[in-house]
């Protein structure tokens, strides 16, 4: 077993002065249960808490860290930056450059804006495909996750793509009704839904590859559907890139799936660690935003020259080390020994590229929100403690994703192969 009294007392204090102690609810440790860890520092595929355990970390910060912690790449271009200065309120040319990097990588897309979150980035784009449409509706899945925006809090009425309805206090159901939630995995639903209110909706937005409830990759020919109904109606797609986005290749979900969306969101890699959000998309639409348009859209703190210099130094990084290549050798490596370790269970591993879930259900891996088990969760849980007892972080809950980054060696994989094995005895 681990000590973890600093944690603990740590912890303790922060309740007093932040709700749940936490800055982000997902951190509380909620779903499994027990005190958070404190982290205290990390650096490549480690983090080490404030008692001093060391831990193999497959969180990763929730997707961000694509090089691993701490990338010397990262840490000296912050600091160069740092030294001229942190933010000026005006144009600088890292954000031209990471503009141009993210453009050039980006299947379709001309222009980007940069925000400060990937919450910003998917209410900027909703905005804009409302103002480029002059239409109301907008339509998402069960499932994704799209930040925390008003109108983006919105779970599912009764009844077939009814109205939604809030899915957080505080939210108008003025609000959610504006939102339509539909289940992935269901064309025909969707086919219906645009025969029935096509020349209403403004926008479709979706993870392309959903990576926020389980990993709920979708068949073939899923997104291209998409692609055709919003186009045949007039609707924008959006492709939510913020999880996807350099993630699962250079081009993100729109260059390994061959469709290209009308606007995409960004966050998580483009941000290298710090706070980055971006949307954009095809220039006619572009246009339409503040100042050249009538879509406003700001922020103070948007484009500053730190948040750029990581996120230029991590995509340069990437680039350089033909990252996606190694990124599915490691992803092929983990699969090897871990999908058999669950197979044995009836249990199964997904993957996509460096990204990956544990379904701890039988049968084939869900497609939608709704076909995960909730039985899943408590043997998580149970792995989850063990995994932690043993020195490797996954995230604490049964609906979250793991993330590998280049920081990961084949040792570390064998390393988590066995210490998840030990762990499924306890599940
Ligand atoms: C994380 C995430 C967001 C929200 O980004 P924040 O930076 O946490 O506001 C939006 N969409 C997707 C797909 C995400 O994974």
Known sequence: MITTTRSEELYERAQRVIPGGVSSPVRAFGAVGGTPLV????KGAHVVDEDGNRFLDFVGSWGPLILGHAPDVVVDAVSAAAAKGTTFGAPCRAELELAEAVTAAYPGLDQVRFVSSGTEATMSAIRLARGVTGRELIVKFAGCYHGHADHLLVSAGSGLATFGQPSSAGVPAAFAE??????????AALEALFTDRGDEIACVIVEPIPANNGLLVQRDGFHAKLRELTRRHGALLIFDEVINGFRVA?????????????????????GGGLPVGAFGGKREYMDRLAPLGPVYQAGTLSGNPLAMAAGLATLGALDRADAWTRLEELGAGLERRVAPLLAARGWSLVRVGSIFWMSLQDGDAPRRA??????????????????????????????????LSLAHTEADLDRFAEALERALTKA
């Open 370 to 403: 709704d076909a995960i088990d909730g039985a899943a969760a408590d043997r998580y849980r149970a792995i989850f403690h063990a995994l932690l007892a043993d020195g490797v972080c996954i995230a604490p809950s049964a609906y979250e994703v793991g993330f």
């Open 39 to 42: 982290i205290a520092s990390a």
């Open 250 to 270: 250079r081009g993100g979900a729109a260059e390994r799936l061959g469709v290209e969306p009308d606007l995409a969101t960004f966050g998580k890699v483009i």
């Open 178 to 187: 504006r939102t339509i939630v539909v289940d992935l995995d269901d064309e």
